[in-house]
């Protein structure tokens, strides 16, 4: 059973576009909802992360929006870069657990 | 300063072999983690070990058996290679006490079953 789907599975946009991916959980004690970015021959690092008692957080060009009763939030990158070329996975976990729920990732391209 | 480090970073192998990985962290980190990460990037939780307890076991086969000898590290077993065994290991550590706990995660190793 997935409990985080994510979508789209991949993304191309034009450099100065704006990416969207779109999560959605089935979980209702899910409590802290992160973003991870992973680059090509690394490992999955924190990007941003959300709790549900607001509604959007901005950190740069990133911004998670985050709509509780819909059980869904997205990550928007504004502005977007070659450099943001990545794969990028959504998660979600319970409070107390250790062990986040993640997103099957979307792969990103912005071409120049 | 490496936080999580894992060796092997590629490991090419026949089936039927023995291998590990080694990983340690030192973040001080209380818990630590192996995922798989398949040919779709899917990750997947294998194991996590929190103060040198095995804590959770998700539905992998028992060929995989996870090693702590302290709290900075976790070795990965694997018995009895087989080509679906194929994928990125990645190690994986998080501090314990707060509900949000970030992930720090390895470089990976690319695991070739041949």
């Known amino acids: 059973q997935q409990q985080v789907k994510q979508s789209p599975q991949s993304l191309i946009v034009q450099k100065g576009g704006i990416s969207i991916i779109n999560c959605a959980y089935e979980n209702t004690a899910f409590d802290y909802f992160p973003w991870y970015q992973q680059f090509p021959g690394k490992g999955p690092a924190l990007l941003i992360a959300?709790?549900?008692?607001?509604s959007e957080k901005k950190e740069g060009r990133f911004t998670i929006s985050f709509n509780k009763s819909a059980k869904q939030f997205s990550l928007h990158i504004m502005d977007s870069q070659p450099g943001d070329s990545a794969t990028y996975f959504c998660a979600a976990s319970t409070g107390g657990s250790y062990i986040p729920t993640f997103g099957r990732g979307t792969s990103l391209i912005v071409h120049p | 300063d490496t936080a999580v480090s894992q060796t092997p970073k590629y490991l090419v192998t026949q089936m039927g072999n023995d291998k590990s990985i080694k990983c340690e962290q030192n973040?001080?980190?209380?818990?630590m983690y192996w995922y798989k990460q398949d040919s779709k990037k899917f990750l997947k939780i294998m194991f996590s070990y929190n103060n040198k307890e095995l804590i959770i076991n998700e539905t992998v086969p028992n060929r995989f058996s996870p090693k702590s000898p302290d709290k900075a590290h976790l070795n990965l077993h694997i018995n009895s290679l087989e080509l679906g065994d194929s994928a990125v290991y990645f190690c994986?550590?998080?501090?314990?006490?707060?509900?949000?706990?970030?992930?720090?995660f390895g470089p990976g190793t690319r695991l070739t079953v041949l």
């Open positions: 973040l001080g980190h209380d818990t």
């Open positions: 994986a550590s998080s501090p314990v006490g707060g509900v949000y706990n970030e992930q720090f």
């Open positions: 959300i709790r549900p008692d607001v």
